[in-house]
C-alpha cells in the first residue's frame, strides 16, 4: 500500500502544477483586475497597490514568483482583505463546506441504497417504479432548479427550516437534500443494476433453494458485490459534492468555501482563487486515492500493484 500511495503522490505533483500553471494565466486574461474597479481611489493610490502586490510586474515574473510562494507553502495574502491570508481564510471556510458535504454524501449514499436495493428485489413491479420516479427525478432537476423550489415550500410556505444560514439542524436541512438528491438519484440507479446483476448469478439461485431466508440473501450473499458499482462512483461524486457546494452555498448563504471561491471570482481576487483551486484540486485527489484503496480493499480480484 506504501508504494501505491507513493506513486500517486508522485503523479499528483506534475497535475497540480498544470492546474495552477492554467489557472494563474486564465484568471489574469480575464478583464480588469483586483482593484481597477474601484471607482473612490485615485489612480495613483491603485498603482501603488499594484506595486505592493506585484502586479506591475511582467507576466512571467508574477508566475514565477507565485509558483515560489507555492512551493514554499505561501498561498499569498487576499486582495480583497489585506489582511487576511488565503490559507487562513480557506482553514476558516473549508469545516463548514466540509460538514455540508459529509452530510450530503452520507444522506446521497443512504438513500441511494435504499432506494436501489429496494427496487431491485422485484423489478418490473410498481415498488421497482416508484423508487426509479424518484431517482429519476432527483437526475433531471439541477441543484439551482430545486434548491429555490424546496425553499419556497418548507422554508417559506410551511416554514419548517430556515431559508439561509448554518449552524443548526434547521439551517442544514435544505441544503443537504438540494445537493445530495443528484446523487443519491445516481447511487440508486448503479445500486439496481448492480444487485439485479448480483441476484441472478448461480449462487444466489442456490441460497434460495435451501431455504435462506431472502433478507439473508440479499444482506448476506449480495450486497457486496452489488454495491461495487457504488463504491466506484462514491469518488466522482464526492468530486461533485465539492464542486456542487458552490451553487448550493450561494443559494443558501452558507460561508463555506464554495461561498468564498464565488465571492473571489467576482471581486478578481487572484490569490484567493488560485488558492481554493488548489484546494479543491488537492482534495478531489486525496478522495480518488481513499476512493482506490476502498475499492481494492472490497474487492479480492484487485491489487495494490495494478495501480
Not at 492554467?22 to 497597490?49: D, H, Q, V, W
Not at 511582467?58 to 487576511?84: A, H, T, V
Not at 434547521?170 to 437534500?177: E, G, M, Q, R
Not at 454495491?227 to 462512483?233: I, K, T
Amino acid at each position: 500500500m506504501f508504494a501505491f500511495l507513493l506513486k500517486r503522490i508522485l503523479h499528483a505533483i506534475p497535475v497540480l502544477l498544470i492546474v495552477a500553471t492554467i489557472t494563474f494565466f486564465l484568471i489574469r486574461a480575464a478583464p480588469g483586475g483586483p482593484f481597477s474597479e474601484n471607482k473612490i481611489m485615485p489612480p495613483e493610490a491603485i498603482a501603488s497597490i499594484n506595486k505592493h502586490y506585484g502586479l506591475d510586474k511582467p507576466l512571467y515574473e508574477q508566475y514565477f514568483s507565485y509558483m515560489w510562494g507555492l512551493l514554499k507553502g505561501d498561498l499569498g495574502p487576499s486582495f480583497q482583505y489585506p489582511n487576511r491570508t488565503v490559507a487562513g481564510m480557506i482553514a476558516d471556510a473549508f469545516p463548514v463546506s466540509f460538514e455540508l458535504g459529509i452530510m450530503a454524501m452520507v444522506f446521497a449514499i443512504f438513500i441511494g441504497i435504499v432506494l436501489g436495493v429496494t427496487a431491485s428485489t422485484k423489478p418490473n413491479s410498481m415498488r421497482d417504479y416508484v423508487c426509479m420516479f424518484f431517482a429519476m427525478i432527483g437526475i433531471c432537476i439541477p441543484p439551482f432548479v430545486l434548491g429555490p423550489i424546496i425553499i419556497w415550500v418548507f422554508a417559506i410556505k410551511f416554514e419548517w427550516f430556515n431559508v439561509s444560514g448554518w449552524g443548526t439542524f434547521h439551517d442544514a436541512v435544505l441544503p443537504v437534500i438540494t445537493l445530495g438528491a443528484i446523487y443519491a438519484a445516481n447511487v440508486a440507479r448503479l445500486g439496481r443494476a448492480g444487485m439485479l446483476e448480483v441476484l441472478s448469478q448461480d449462487y444466489i439461485r442456490t441460497a434460495r433453494a435451501k431455504g435462506v431466508p431472502e433478507y439473508k440473501v440479499i444482506l448476506k450473499h449480495s450486497i457486496r458485490g452489488g454495491l461495487m458499482g457504488v463504491v466506484s462512483y462514491i469518488s466522482p461524486a464526492i468530486a461533485g459534492v465539492i464542486t456542487g457546494s458552490f451553487v448550493v452555498e450561494s443559494i443558501f448563504q452558507i460561508p463555506g468555501l464554495g461561498r468564498l471561491f464565488v465571492l473571489a471570482a467576482f471581486n478578481r481576487d487572484y490569490t484567493m482563487i488560485m488558492g481554493t483551486v488548489l484546494f479543491f484540486s488537492v482534495m478531489i485527489l486525496i478522495f480518488n486515492t481513499i476512493s482506490d484503496v476502498i475499492q481494492i480493499l472490497i474487492n479480492p480480484k484487485r491489487s495494490f500493484t495494478e495501480g
